[in-house]
T-cell receptor, first 113, second 116 residues
């Protein structure tokens, strides 16, 4: 596609449930990033993939969060046992090379009730 | 600790007036510096970036920023603001090398309002 696509755009879930958020990067971009943006804050780094492997996962807040990119293209961010504090906009970005211009998607608004 | 500070949470300027958004950073290594803009309902868009070389960088939409190492600053400027510039602006810093290149640290943002 023309840009980074994230689905769903909105996700409402109940505390304790499992959610998956999908990111479809720009074709050919080898680097893929997940960020989280809480209300009134700037984006906060979660994880970055170079190809299929996680090059830096230092931003994942705890072991309830996990992300995969099995074929080096689409990525899924998985959150287990969701908590109300997980409510935020989850942003995905991709770039042709690491650290260069990031192209962001419009995000998934996650609401945990 | 690595950090980015945007001291102004909200700025209002008149259309046609000049604009300067402040950004200060704390980073141990040689940083890459970025300004992103976020309009309502849209994804973050890169305005400009500084990697090396000329400390005055030009970006899209008539924006420019100046890197001042001695002040650890990377302020964003525009000589004449248009109503369509109303948005939230984020400064970010990243590693220039190594495995943490994808880990950008963002400031909390400055919301820009433009008066007619």
């Amino acid at each position: 596609g023309a840009g980074v696509s994230q689905t769903p755009s909105n996700k409402v879930t109940e505390k304790g449930k499992y959610v998956e958020l999908r990111c479809d990067p720009i074709s050919g971009h080898t680097a893929l990033y997940w960020y989280r943006q809480s209300l009134g804050q700037g984006p906060e780094f979660l994880i970055y993939f170079q190809g299929t492997g996680a090059a830096d996962d230092s931003g994942l807040p705890n072991d309830r969060f996990f992300a995969v990119r099995p074929e080096g293209s689409v990525s899924t961010l998985k959150i287990q046992r969701t908590e109300r504090g997980d409510s935020a906009v989850y942003l995905c970005a991709s770039s042709p090379t690491p650290g260069e211009k990031l192209f962001f998607g419009s995000g998934t608004q996650l609401s945990v009730l | 600790a690595q950090s980015v500070t945007q001291p102004d949470i909200h700025i209002t300027v008149s259309e046609g007036a000049s604009l300067e958004l402040r950004c200060n950073y704390s980073y141990g290594a040689t940083p890459y510096l970025f300004w992103y803009v976020q309009s309502p309902g849209q994804g973050l868009q890169l305005l400009l970036k500084y990697f090396s070389g000329d400390t005055l960088v030009q970006g899209i939409k008539g924006f420019e920023a100046e890197f001042k190492r001695s002040q650890s600053s990377f302020n964003l400027r525009k000589p004449s603001v248009h109503w369509s510039d109303a948005a939230e602006y984020f400064c970010a810093v990243g590693a220039s090398y190594g495995g943490s290149q994808g880990n950008l640290i963002f400031g909390k943002g400055t919301k820009l309002s433009v008066k007619p």
